[in-house]
């Protein structure tokens, strides 16, 4: 294990994940990849123990591949709260335009996922940092419930929760210091079309940070009066957008939970952390470049952000 | 004159603008301003005048506001080569949608633009920065033709010369070495649809340096392997988008004339500038938040730009 998750910091803290762990079946214009790994929970834990311990919750179907909980494992990813239950996993397909920020559903079937609650290990109450993938807004306070008391809560939700259970995720919200949504999450959770007024209104809901994820135009945070902006890593082929958002809050949460700094400026590292991490997941389908990334491919392109963003400041 | 230009570098050097000159008339959801001052040549040179001494080729009718004309002198723009010819000024009536990216074409008169051929006062041919914003590349060309040396030669275009004049307008390009044009045209002017391979394709063309302007999302900067990302100031409030394009070239090359700085760090700078006065621009109609901007508002923006980019490089 010890060479996988070398770089990670040596005061990493434990970061808590709960979320969909689901078998894809994606379609992009130039290719099709039946039947791999996908779920907002994989992404996220996967780019998360790049930077620290993750302990992940969730429930796969007996069919789900043994090779890669074994990977999620020798990732050093705590498998104690992912039930494996009879029956089969989550699946999604979705096929993707020319203009990769449109996708469709084609298909999808909770399956075991289906009246699943989410029960947390013993050891995993007293974990310090914790993320609140898309799932139902019920299933994520079920999860806060059983934390002891978490040092950041972070959260991400999606259209239809948006729309079909207001109250219990404004309920939620008033919970989660930091949301992690999209761009058009953002316009309908607020009502408000311009990004900077959609922000506002949404750190009034509960949320004292804000980052809204715009695809391949970066991200916005929003905290206080401050704003960050952090481009994408202009690429020459995104091959398979599929879970980079997912990748992204791993990233940041990781990071954060690698360093213990939750300031503004730790915040903004962490930023450019997450979307490093999913510039490369963007590379190939499913996880598939996560698989052979190091911890020194992610410094690098680190380094090539800061190339990519500075201009003299005098 | 001297307190309007107040902050203008010592060592600014004059700035050639070839271009349209228009009384607009633009609806928004909101409101509706009839009959305003417009044109690409205006926004970019009133822009451009915080920075360098403008010098502006172009025609206008005689119906065309003496005020205005008087605004442009007194902001250092020399009009010489600003024909005044009996008839009509150019014409444009524009209607933003809901989404302020989309805009239609209500109608458009050339006017006294019809038949039009730039002609250069003796004193504009040795100016060492030009600007061809979008007109006919073969107007381009023609004003091209009578610059004596320009140390720096920049051009606009849009969709219209890219599908008819495809043959000038490659001739041109040759002969162009910064291209400052929005994400549609390049997609366009390419083939790709991807932005980094449509920017490496038309570094193939002959500019070496382009720029490639994303409205709300900001700007890449495409010049050999290195890329540069600027997002755009983030505003509650758009109010009229027009212009903002030519505002953002204006402030780029005015910038660039006054230090005379076309290195690599230079130019970064010069397109921070370019958004900071492009993002007042679009907070009123027509040119009217540039009546009263100083070049302290500028000096100010530009910081917040810093606060707005910045993290932890190390």
């Known amino acids: 294990m010890g060479e996988i998750v070398r770089g990670r910091g040596p005061g990493a803290e434990p970061l808590v994940v709960v979320g969909s762990v689901a078998i894809d079946t994606i379609e992009t214009r130039a290719d099709r990849a039946p039947e791999v790994l996908g ?34 494992r020798r990732r050093g990813i705590d498998l104690a709260g992912v039930e494996i239950r009879p029956g089969r996993t989550m699946r999604w397909t979705g096929r993707y335009h020319e203009d990769m920020n449109v996708r ?30 898309n799932i139902a807004p019920s299933l994520q306070a079920r999860v806060l419930d059983q934390m002891r008391a978490p040092r950041l809560v972070g959260a ?8 079909t259970t207001r109250d219990e995720l404004g ?21 408000e079309r311009n990004v900077v007024r959609a922000a506002r209104r949404i750190l009034e809901l509960g949320p004292t940070s804000l980052m809204i994820k715009r695809g391949e135009y970066g991200v916005l945070f929003f905290s206080g009066d401050s704003v960050f ?33 939750t300031s503004p400026a730790g915040i903004r590292k962490a930023i450019v952390y997450g979307s490093v991490v999913a510039s490369f997941t963007v590379e ?20 090539q952000f800061v190339s990519l963003t500075s201009f003299d400041v005098t």
């Open 284 to 303: 190939a389908f499913s996880l598939e470049r996560l698989r052979t990334l190091t911890r020194d491919d992610i410094e690098r392109r680190y380094r």
């Open 229 to 261: 902006s952090a481009p994408a890593y202009p690429l020459e082929e995104v091959f398979d957008p599929t879970g980079a958002g997912d990748t992204f809050a791993g990233g940041v949460m990781g990071y954060l939970a690698s360093t213990g700094d």
């Open 39 to 72: 779920g907002a929970a994989t992404y996220f834990a996967v780019a998360a123990s790049f930077f620290a311990p993750v302990r992940m919750v969730g429930v796969v179907g007996e069919d789900f591949p043994r090779a890669d909980l074994d990977w999620f």
């Open 156 to 163: 991400d939700t999606m259209n239809l929760w948006i729309e």
């Open 171 to 191: 309920a939620l919200l008033r919970r989660v210091p930091l949301l992690v949504i999209n761009d058009e999450e953002a316009r309908l959770l607020s009502g």
């Open 104 to 133: 469709d559903t084609l298909s999808f079937e909770a399956n075991v996922f289906d009246g699943y609650l989410p029960t947390l290990p013993p050891a995993y109450c007293d974990a310090p940092f914790v993320f609140l993938a």
